[in-house]
């Protein structure tokens, strides 16, 4: 075999390697597997970009690069090929998601805001100051972590949900809700200590 017939074939086999987004598209949309995970290589690099630059924090874009192709999975009976492109429709899924996850970071912070107001117009009730410090360092603690850890721990403190409640209530595996439970609060920890030290030193 000459080198010319080599190259040939050494294209050939990579094109058949590669398939393209049509045949992607087909795929996804009748539930394989396989076509999917294909579909994650071509595309997660740039939504995780693109959530990376909007949201400018990389737990928060995992998070979402994770909603997206989840999103996409569970709603690919709804992709339709003759308004765009596979790319496109999964970066239109992106931009929603990242709008989400914008909103759900203003309502955090309006939930911090409104806590530190109370704590003003009350704080002539409260027996320690301290106390006041330490439940916005909480919250802003919490408002930081990524969305399942966040949850987790939300329905743990807030709902006094135990971690098996907490499974069954979301669909969780309980080994899952444990290590969200156990890194959520750690992240906390090493939150709360950093406001302290801050505050400390202000």
């Avoid at 080599?6 to 987004?21: F, N, Q």
């Avoid at 995992?62 to 009976?77: H, I, N, P, Y």
């Avoid at 309980?174 to 959520?184: A, E, I, Q, W, Y």
Wanted: a neutral charge; glycine letters at 8%.
């Amino acid at each position: 075999m000459t080198t010319n017939t080599r190259s040939a074939g050494v294209r050939t086999e990579a094109a058949e390697e590669t398939p393209c987004d049509d045949e992607l598209a087909r795929g996804l949309c009748a539930a394989d597997e396989t076509a999917f995970a294909a579909v994650y290589r071509r595309w997660g690099a740039l939504v995780h970009t693109m959530a990376t630059r909007s949201l400018g924090d990389a737990h928060e874009a995992e998070d979402v690069t994770q909603q997206v192709f989840l999103g996409a999975w569970r709603g690919r009976d709804g992709y339709r090929p003759e308004r765009g492109p596979l790319g496109a429709w999964l970066v239109g899924i992106a931009r929603r998601k990242i709008i989400d996850a914008l909103s759900a970071r203003t309502r955090r912070l309006t939930l911090i805001d409104s806590m530190v107001s109370d704590a003003d117009v009350h704080r002539h009730e409260v027996a320690a100051p301290d106390d006041v410090l330490d439940r916005v360092l909480l919250v802003d603690a919490l408002s930081r972590l990524p969305r399942h850890q966040r949850e987790v721990l939300c329905m743990a403190f807030y709902e006094d949900l135990t971690q098996a409640q907490i499974a069954e209530h979301t669909g969780i595996p309980l080994g899952t809700v444990k290590s969200h439970t156990r890194r959520g609060l750690h992240r906390l920890r090493e939150g709360i200590e950093r406001g302290r030290a801050a505050e400390n030193t202000a």
